[in-house]
């Protein structure tokens, strides 16, 4: 088994994918959406982080989090969100949930785990905002990424940081990122 070390950094800025249990689509729904949102507000005011980008599509999600300088728990703040929505959760069906998942008792929302990233410089921020942006398109959900309403892109582009046509052509080099 690998010896994996999460990287923690006061102040730090991290990419992080989310992934639902057994990858079911449970953000289809936007009161799913709406109650992720008020997790993320919830765990935001005792542990203060700032979202730079986001992206929810049905299964995962993706998101880029700035942590205040004197902070560098990223995982309690990722308990609380995904313990929080579990346990207000309605749709989720726990018949095909593990032993371990009983005993632990989880209901099968969320994956155990979440990976994570540590940006390094702007041009990796950038890169990785990119990947969040397009993610929608990539999996077939819309054409651009304006079109999709779970993320942060608008934002971006009323900041003037993209274009509103960006990501209707893309890249090579973003098709081939992964952190999924």
Known sequence: MPDYRRAYLKGGTFFFT?????????????????????????????????TDAIVI???????????????????????????TFSRHYWG????????SMRRKKEKGVWQRRFWEHMIRDQADFNRLCDYIHYNPVKH?????????????????????????DWGQSV??????IEFE
């Open 140 to 164: 077939g959900l819309v054409s651009s990424p304006l079109e999709w309403e779970h993320g942060s892109f608008r934002k971006f582009v009323g900041k003037g940081l993209y274009h509103q």
């Open 18 to 50: 989310v992934v639902t249990y057994k990858r079911q689509p449970i953000f289809k729904e936007d009161a799913a959406i709406d109650l992720l949102r008020q997790c993320f507000q919830t765990t935001m005011a005792s542990y203060p982080f700032r």
């Open 57 to 83: 599509l049905p299964d995962h999600l993706h998101t880029i989090w700035t942590l205040p300088d004197n902070d560098s728990d990223f995982s309690i703040r990722w308990k609380r969100i995904k313990g």
């Open 171 to 176: 890249a090579k080099e973003l098709l081939e």
């Open 92 to 99: 989720c069906s726990t018949g095909d949930i593990s032993e």
